[in-house]
């Protein structure tokens, strides 16, 4: 049996209306995607322009042959200059050899920026902030800092250590299954430090196997720690000296 003309027309007419529906639908899907991306570039942008950071990890891509992303984070860390600050975006971040500030370059990161470790290695990052403090309050660099970030050792590496610091400032940071430490300040050898200031810490340790690790080693004094909470780790704080 052949439909009617009326029929055929009005089938035609709710095809095109879906039709229509699922075209507007999709525009809006795309509006709204493009507004996100351009949102991200703009934030980017106003951070490099407005002199928040010197360097963003975004804009140094994996080059060939690399398969993890210590090479362009080191090469943002020296791009940013002697006392610059380098931001991390969102987004994981594949540790495979250990990451090294040497020019007095301080870190700030997205909360979800996930720095984690995909072979040993003994730190994570080791930071080294001595300078004669002369020097540095006349180079205006009392104010050093890592902000931000989720530091996992994976049981393979140990968090962050930082060494030699002057007024230097750790906050709103996340320290995960460090081997034996996740935090360190300083070390046995070399106990040169003062005027730390660290401020809402989180160390989590939730990795078998890793009995004996050490939350948050302190070697040095004249520091402040507020507000830093320390779950599952064998120890929470190993004061050595200060």
Partial sequence: MIPKNGV?????VGVD???RKRKKTMRRFCVAV???????LAYTAAGASQGIWDASVGDFPRLAGETGDSGRIQRAIAAAGDGGVVWFPRGEYAIDAMLQVTNFTSLLLHKTAHLKAVKEIPFLLRYEARRPRDRAREAGEMGLY???GDFDGAGLANGVLVMGRHHFTLSDSTFRNGRKVGLQ???DKDRNGCEMTVNNIYCLCTIPGLAGNVGVLVNGGDSHYTDCVVVDYTIGFRLCRG
Avoid: D, L, P
């Avoid at 055929?8 to 035609?12: L, N, V």
């Avoid at 493009?34 to 991200?40: F, N, Q, R």
């Fill in 34 to 40: 493009v507004s996100v991306v351009m949102g991200m």
């Fill in 185 to 187: 300040f300083g070390t």
């Fill in 146 to 148: 890592i902000r931000g």
């Fill in 17 to 19: 209306s879906e039709c």
């Fill in 8 to 12: 055929w027309k009005a089938a035609k």
